[in-house]
């Protein structure tokens, strides 16, 4: 069966920081991954996908994430990180041909000014 | 514009009153789908719909009902609310399986007193 494991519940950094949130999915079969971002007091909305081709996949305000199949990885990164970032990051995989999106539990961003 | 609406946004309700959490969606997606959300446990899948009168339980459905009797609306209903129901729930729908995005409504948080 699917899973997947964010490793760390909350991250503190400072402004203009770089920053990586982990995530780690098990699966015996082909994946999609995603990140989803959750600011406060909204819904998900999506921040990058990986369906297949080159592992770096760019998604929106400057993140971007980089799929490992050997270690089973798909860790989110930005180089530079804003107040604005401030939010819960959500990991997500979907296995090829199935109904579920399994989700993480997810890593709060708390950006320091 | 593209979205899920979910309604009402908040709700507070005593235990054993029944109650319905409606969500529509304009995109003519096929799947939908219901969370909560609680701390530390990231979202948690109760029931998914793949299309008109078909549906099928997720990974917490205990205490909860759906129904999709039309494409667009997929209403969460529950029976006799109990504290334990306490939490913050979205709906999401998508196009297909698989490498399909989910997109999600604003959140209803529910307290059960």
């Known amino acids: 069966a699917q899973s997947v494991t964010q490793l760390d519940s909350q991250v503190p950094v400072f402004e203009e920081a770089p920053v990586e949130l982990r995530c780690n999915y098990s699966s015996s079969v082909s994946v999609y991954l995603f990140w989803y971002v959750q600011y406060p007091n909204q819904g998900l909305q999506l921040l990058l996908k990986?369906?297949?081709?080159?592992?770096l996949v760019k998604g929106i305000n400057g993140f971007e994430a980089e799929f490992n199949k050997s270690q089973t990885s798909f860790h989110l990164r930005k180089p530079s990180v804003h107040i604005s970032d401030t939010a819960e990051y959500f990991c997500a995989v979907s296995e090829y041909n199935t109904d579920k999106l399994i989700f993480g539990t997810g890593t709060r961003l708390q950006v320091f000014p | 514009e593209a979205q899920v609406t979910q309604n009402p946004r908040y709700l507070i309700t005593v235990t054993g009153k029944k109650l319905t959490v409606t969500c529509s969606q304009n995109?003519?997606?096929?799947?939908m789908s219901w969370y909560r959300q609680d701390p530390g446990l990231g979202l948690r899948q109760i029931y998914y719909?793949?299309?008109?009168?078909?549906?099928d339980k997720g990974d917490v459905p205990e205490g909860y009902k759906v129904s999709r009797k039309e494409k667009r609306n997929f209403p969460l209903i529950l029976e006799s609310p109990s504290p334990n129901q306490t939490s913050l729930y979205f709906c999401?729908?998508?196009?297909?399986?698989?490498?399909?995005?989910?997109?999600f409504g604003q959140g209803t948080r529910l307290t059960v007193v």
């Open positions: 999401a729908s998508r196009r297909g399986q698989g490498q399909t995005e989910a997109f």
């Open positions: 995109m003519n997606h096929e799947y």
């Open positions: 990986y369906l297949s081709g080159s592992t």
């Open positions: 719909s793949m299309n008109v009168e078909v549906t």
